[in-house]
Structures are given as C-alpha cells and as structure tokens.
C-alpha cells in the first residue's frame, strides 16, 4: 500500500474513533488549549511591546550619543558614582571647541513646567531647554513655525515651540504662532508647533514645551544638569565617536590619566541590550509554565491513547490480520492524537485571539505568523510525542492475542 493511500486511510480511521468519542476527546484537548493559549499571549505580548520599544527607541537614532552624569543602566555600587560633579554649560562650550567640527552638538535639560493661554492651562509638561542643534540631531517636523536659531538661544530670547498636543490642547486646533503662553508664569513668543512625534518608553513626547537652553537657566533653573546630545558624522563608526568623545571630555574635566570618568555616554545599543535580557527571561518564565500546561496535556492525551488502544484492541488485531502493516496501525494512532493536538491548538489560539483586546488595554499586544506557527508546531509535537508510545503498543500487538482479547 502506497504511503499516500495509508495516510488518507488513517486520517479516515482517527476522524471515526475521534467523532464516535466526542465528549472524551473535547477533554482531551483542554491541557493543549490551555498550553497553546499561554505561550500565544506570552509571544503576542513579548512582539508587541518589541515592536513598541522598537519604534520608540528609533527615534533616538543609532548615530546619537547621549554625554550625561550619570549612566542608563547603572552596575556600579551608588557610592562610586555620588560625587560626580555636574555637566555645566562651561563644559558644553569647551567640548564644542574641542570636537564641535567634527560633531553636532546640543546642550539639553528638562524641567517639570506648566503652560497656560488665555483661560486653557496645562500642568505637569516637560519643559526643554536646548540649542538649535537639538532640532537637527532629532529631525523635528513642524506643522507651523520653525524651531529657534542660535542667535535667539545666545540672545536670552523669550521664545517657545510647543509640541503637537500641547498646542492642541491650548489653542483648540487653530494657529498658535505670534501667541503669548506664560511658562511657569513667565511669558513666551510660541514660534512653532511640532508634527505629533509619538511615544517614548510609553511617555508622550507631544506634551513637550521646547525653549532656548539661556533662558532655562536664567528663568527656571540656575544649575541644572545639563546632558549633550552628539550626532555622530558616521553611524557605522559610533564606537570609534565614543572614543573620540569620552578623550575630549576627560580634557574638558581635567581628569588625570588613572582616575575613571565622572560622566557617562549613553547610546541607544544600552537600552537594546538591556531590554533583550528581560524580554529574555520574561519569554524563559512565560515558556516554563507553558511546558508545564503542556506536559500536563500531553500526559492526559497519552492516558485517553492508551484507554482507545485497549478499547479496540479486538479492531486492531482483526486489520493485522487482514494484512494491515505495523506502520499502517501506528500511523492511524499517531495521527489520532495529532488531530487532538491541533484541534487543541486551533481552539487556544482561537482564544488568545479573543484575549488580545484585554491584553492590548494593558501593554501592546500583537499576533504574528510566527507565533500561529510556533503554538501550531508546539501543538503537534506534543500530540506525536504524546501518542507515540500507545501508538507503538498497538502495532507490536499479536493480531492472535488480540483477537482473543475479551
């Protein structure tokens, strides 16, 4: 008999003996459905908040270095690092004159801030101070206005841009430009409005209110800690930048040769690795409770093979002895409890599709090819492990004793 011609025979056999137990085999199921549901909103939850962090952190551009006191992702005992002294704008000025031909460079620091305009407010926005540079670095877009130059930064110009749902929320959809807004109480010239920019980490960035890093100084905050964003002219030689980058800044804060930096520099390949080692043993959690549901599965689709084969022992021995192989019984038993497997597959993701709008509502979610793939394969391979060992017993059996089998 052809391979072709027994694989469609037992696929007819395992549909009969499933659709005569129907009952026993919705049971079966339920460890796969449970195991398939599981790893299905474990993967849908680990893409979906890649893809968020991965659309967040590339606006932070591989080319971009972040000079700032104190490391992302800090490993050193908090006392090493204390009495760091902070970045002022004098080291800004001196580390442009140093690599400024080289790089772009941008002074930056936050302050929590309120806007208000006319009767409409808004409080608990971030307020950034920068220099010119800052709208180059991070390629800004406008939906009106323009960003300030460095004459209004080195003028102490009370100028502002206001980002997309800040505008929104002060001036109703209409034109902000010209407009007056009182920062902290201090009033400001709007010059610009931001396209929407997204998130970042899950924070906004349209609630942003960006003004000359002078008049942060002076108006807000008299020492800050200030940070510099560096756009490196090559992303391919962003090591060799960073190099080049910390030498400069060690001139800059006179450091002697022995002594460890009082600074840090930050790039995006920190997040990245740090975010790939959680997602890791998130995914190594989430894949051992998985591995219990199905083992738990597997055993009960196991037990159900082993209860068939004794239930048809009598039909097994009477195809033996009509000529059927030991392959033809086993590939019918096998093929029994794949069919459990999948349906089981099916039906969870099936399930998790339903419980995506739950998880979405709590952190992103989204269903691939891939993990349909993955839960179908982990379904399968469970069902032939499984049924192996009573799909084995079968074949091996004497069609003689099974006949007399009572």
């Avoid at 760091?84 to 580390?95: A, G, Q």
């Avoid at 999948?342 to 419980?355: K, Q, R, V």
Wanted: aromatic residues 8%.
């Amino acid at each position: 008999m052809k391979l072709k011609t027994e694989l469609a025979e037992s696929l007819r056999f395992s549909w009969s003996a499933l659709m005569a137990n129907k009952m026993r085999a919705i049971l079966t199921t339920l460890g796969i459905v449970i195991g398939v549901v599981t790893v299905s909103l474990m993967s849908m939850a680990i893409d979906g908040v890649s893809k968020s962090f991965l659309r967040s952190i590339s606006s932070m551009g591989s080319d971009i270095l972040y000079l700032e006191k104190n490391p992302w992702i800090d490993n050193q005992e908090w006392w090493k690092r204390r009495g760091r002294r902070d970045i002022e704008m004098p080291h800004v000025r001196e580390l442009n004159r140093l690599i400024g031909d080289r790089y772009l460079l941008s002074p930056y620091a936050h302050q929590s801030s309120s806007v208000k305009y006319g009767t409409e407010s808004i409080s608990g926005i971030i307020m950034e101070g920068c220099s010119a540079e800052n709208a180059v670095i991070n390629g800004y877009t406008f939906t009106e206005g323009r960003f300030f130059n460095n004459n209004e930064v080195d003028g102490y110009r009370p100028v502002c841009v206001l980002g997309h749902d800040a505008a929104d929320a002060l001036f109703k959809g209409g034109s902000a430009l010209g407009k007056k807004v009182k920062l902290n109480g201090i009033n400001y010239e709007v010059i610009g409005a931001m396209a929407k920019r997204g998130t970042f980490m899950g924070f906004t960035l349209d609630n942003n209110v960006y003004i000359p890093i002078t008049r942060l100084l002076s108006d807000f905050a008299w020492r800050p800690n200030v940070s510099i964003a560096i756009k490196a002219p090559d992303m391919h030689n962003v090591d060799e930048a960073t190099e080049e980058i910390r030498g400069a800044m060690r001139k800059v804060r006179r450091l002697e040769p022995g002594q460890a930096d009082d600074f840090a520099i930050n790039k995006q390949e920190v997040l990245l690795n740090t975010f790939n080692k959680v997602t890791g043993v998130i995914a190594s959690a989430g894949l051992f409770i998985t591995g219990l549901a199905l083992f738990v599965g597997g055993i009960g689709i196991m037990n159900i093979m082993f209860v068939s084969v004794a239930e048809r022992t009598k039909e097994i021995g009477l195809r033996k002895a009509l000529g059927a192989r030991r392959r033809t019984i086993l590939m019918q038993f096998l093929m029994e409890a794949l069919m459990i497997c999948l349906w089981g597959g099916l039906i969870g993701l099936g399930l998790a599709w339903c419980l995506k709008p739950v998880v979405n509502h709590y952190i992103p979610a989204s269903i691939s090819i891939k993990t349909v793939v993955i839960a179908l394969f982990i379904a399968a391979a469970t069902g032939v492990i499984s049924g192996y060992i009573p799909a084995r017993r079968a074949a091996l059996m004497d069609p003689v004793e099974a006949l007399r089998d009572e």
